[in-house]
Nanobody
Framework: QVQLVESGGRLVQAGDSLRLSCAAA????????MGWFRQAPGPEREFVAA????????IYADSVKGRFTISRDNDKNTVDLQMNSLKPEDTAVYYC??????????????????WGQGTQVTVSS
């Protein structure tokens, strides 16, 4: 069993920066891709970023490329998302998740097996 806990979400102004953190407990996640997704009001959970087990591969959604940076600390079992130049359209609940198979697509939420409870990010204009 894996527990993921996100933190760092809050209300900010457009143009501000914010750093989200995801702490994992119950299993070492050094061998797994980790991802961040977000969900605005509605049924769709949108891919944001993913990082390979040793951080040599990072993948970003086009909407955040150049503004967001995903990183991980395998010693601490954490994954962070640095978000810069925030826009109102970045407003959402942000979730971290564990991808269960290395070879499956990192951008599809269906390929992730463990999820945190989410942290709310609100960007005002």
């Amino acid at each position: 069993q894996v527990q993921l806990v996100e933190s760092g979400g809050r209300l900010v102004q457009a143009g501000d920066s914010l750093r989200l953190s995801c702490a994992a407990a119950g299993r070492t996640l050094n061998n797994y891709f980790m991802g961040w997704f977000r969900q605005a009001p509605g049924p769709e959970r949108e891919f944001v970023a993913a990082i390979s087990p040793n951080a040599d591969i990072t993948i970003y959604a086009d909407s955040v490329k150049g503004r967001f940076t995903i990183s991980r600390d395998n010693d601490k079992n954490t994954v962070d998302l640095q978000m810069n130049s925030l826009k109102p359209e970045d407003t959402a609940v942000y979730y971290c998740a564990v991808k269960m198979n290395y070879h499956y697509s990192a951008t599809s939420p269906e390929n992730y097996g463990y999820w945190g409870q989410g942290t709310q990010v609100t960007v005002s204009s």
